[in-house]
């Protein structure tokens, strides 16, 4: 089932000033046990630093079993508090496992499927409710409901600089606010310097959109390049367009990364030397067709101010893409 909003309030805690979710929590929405969901996590553990998730201490468990329980009713509740208990029940081997919101964006760049896909976006647009709803309430936040929300959303954004005086300013409010919806819905992105998890992330799911072809018009690739290829859909044709220029993608890399993925079908073209910009192509030549233009190589996007942008007169584009297809392959 699909999470609803209700279904997100319940499983949010605020833990060392921060909104989290529990391992068990994510492990049920995405249809995974919590072994099965940790190892995966821990099989790409370079991706999530100790801000993302971190491990629940006694104390930590102790005092959000507390604070949970003062909040349930002794009836209408009671399936809550038993579903409470088993979170953190003292007979399990080790405590919970907590993420952030930057952690839970990064396992959707983790988690692959059908299921995984839909969950990921439904999170997104949840999060996403929630920090419109407090943009539209901006002048009642001196509530306390409305300032803690506001206080947790400012832990899990670098954009807010400062709380002054029980109050959350305009100014700092509207800093707080992304926009992280599927590409059907937004044609453009804007990517601050640092906001690597968010680039990342939006590659992916532009890519996961794709029926049938992904082209890449991309001079400056590299393995990063490859790896966030991994959302595309099984089946999905993926050319990518370069001069390799720098040689950053070596031919180990390549096959290493074909053997981890096999499902992910990869072909190399040259450009001949002729294109500055960056391009994505969605399913070329189908009513689907979709054209972004790139301010940056995706392996480097987020690291500096860089955005990406659905180009909306698509006719120039036609035979520019068409001679590429006529260029010689690409050997690493």
């Keep these: ?18 909104q989290i979710m529990l391992d068990k929590d994510l492990a049920e929405i995405y249809g995974y046990s919590v072994k099965a969901f940790n190892q995966q996590v821990k099989n790409n553990i370079e991706k999530f630093a100790e801000d993302f998730r971190f491990q629940l201490t006694d104390e930590e468990v102790q ?19 038993k579903n409470l208990t088993a979170i953190i029940s003292p007979m399990s081997r080790s405590n919970p496992y907590a993420f952030t919101e930057q952690g839970i964006y990064m396992l959707m760049t983790v988690l692959k499927g059908e299921i995984a896909t839909k969950q990921s976006i439904a999170l997104i647009r949840l999060f996403k409710q929630m920090k419109d709803f407090i943009l539209q309430r901006q002048n009642l936040l001196s509530s306390p409901e409305l300032l803690q929300i506001s206080l947790q959303t400012a832990e899990n954004t670098k954009d807010i600089q400062e709380i002054k005086n029980n109050m959350v300013s305009k100014d700092e409010l509207t800093h707080v606010i992304k926009d992280f919806t599927d590409p059907n819905i937004k044609k453009d992105y804007l990517f601050f310097n640092g906001e690597t998890v968010e680039a990342d992330i939006t590659y992916s799911t532009i890519y996961s959109s794709a ?16 790896v966030l290829l991994k959302s595309a859909n099984p ?17 180990n890399e390549f096959s290493d990364f074909c053997k981890e993925y096999p499902g992910v079908h990869v072909s190399f073209i040259k450009t001949n030397g002729v294109y500055h910009d960056r391009y994505i192509i969605i399913d070329f030549g189908t009513p689907d067709e979709i054209i972004y233009h790139c301010g940056g190589s995706s392996k480097d996007a987020g690291t500096k101010v860089t955005s990406i942008s659905q180009v909306e007169d ?10 590429l297809l006529k260029n010689q392959t690409l050997v690493l």
């Design 211 to 226: 029926k049938k072809t992904i082209y890449i018009i991309d001079n400056y690739i590299g393995l990063k390049t490859l």
């Design 314 to 323: 698509k006719s120039n584009y036609q035979t520019m893409i068409l001679t």
């Design 63 to 81: 005092n959000l079993s507390r604070s949970k329980f003062s909040t349930l009713n002794n009836d209408t509740n009671d399936l809550r508090s």
């Design 1 to 18: 089932m699909i999470i609803s909003i209700d279904n997100l309030q319940e499983k949010l805690y605020l833990i060392r000033g921060v």
């Design 235 to 251: 089946n999905v044709q993926i050319t990518i367009f370069s001069d390799n220029i720098g040689n950053r993608l070596h031919k």
